[in-house]
């Protein structure tokens, strides 16, 4: 898995009105828990484009005051207009002790369903796993490659070696469902 290394600098003052001050410098608030003391810090906005607009998750270094902490994104606020980021929370993570994370699904191979002129419809595009940090993936590989005419995938049927779903087993994952024409065409391809 990926891991980023940011810069913060350490805050002392707390409150609403230290808060906007910050972000009218272009800074945002943020705060680090889990295994260990709470610290508060601040980031600058323009350094957290590389975490907060991508496609992928990422493990962050962040350095505060010299100090690296472990760390993984937990929970992003936004303003509700702007949608710029007010506040940041991470959650330090130790290597000996399992954490949770969102990881994109990736469909691999193509469908019996689809060549057979279905049409292959994602249901979610990421799962919550726990698992310790050097077993994240950067995806999670779903293969697809023998799914039929209305065919349904759920959560259930998945599982990853040293990984443990979180997620409800109950959420589609994918299906295929029939196109006008299709079933006719599946029936052929059984009898051949």
Do not use: W
Not at 35 to 48: A, F, K, P, S, Y
Not at 140 to 158: H, K, N, Q
């Amino acid at each position: 898995m990926r891991v980023l290394e940011l810069s913060a600098e350490a805050r002392t003052t707390t409150g609403r009105r230290d808060a906007r001050r910050m972000r009218l410098e272009g800074k945002v608030p943020a705060m680090i828990y889990g295994h260990g003391e709470n610290v508060m810090c601040t980031l600058e906005e323009r350094d957290l484009r590389s975490l907060l607009v991508t496609p992928y998750v990422q493990l962050v270094d962040l350095k505060v005051n010299g100090k690296v902490e472990k760390v993984i994104l937990k929970e992003v606020q936004y303003h509700p207009v702007s949608d710029r980021p007010i506040h940041i929370d991470f959650f330090r993570y130790v290597d000996d002790a399992p954490i949770e994370m969102s990881i994109p699904i990736v469909l691999q191979g193509h469908a019996r369903g689809v060549k057979a002129g279905g049409k292959q419809v994602p249901g979610i595009r990421k799962l919550r796993v726990r698992g310790l940090a050097k077993d994240m993936p950067d995806f999670l590989p779903v293969d697809v490659s023998e799914m039929r005419l209305g065919a349904t995938m759920m959560v259930s049927d998945l599982s990853f070696e040293n990984l443990k779903i979180a997620d409800a087993l109950t959420q589609v994952v994918v299906s295929i469902r029939a196109q006008r024409g299709a079933k006719v065409e599946e029936e052929h391809e059984e009898e051949a």
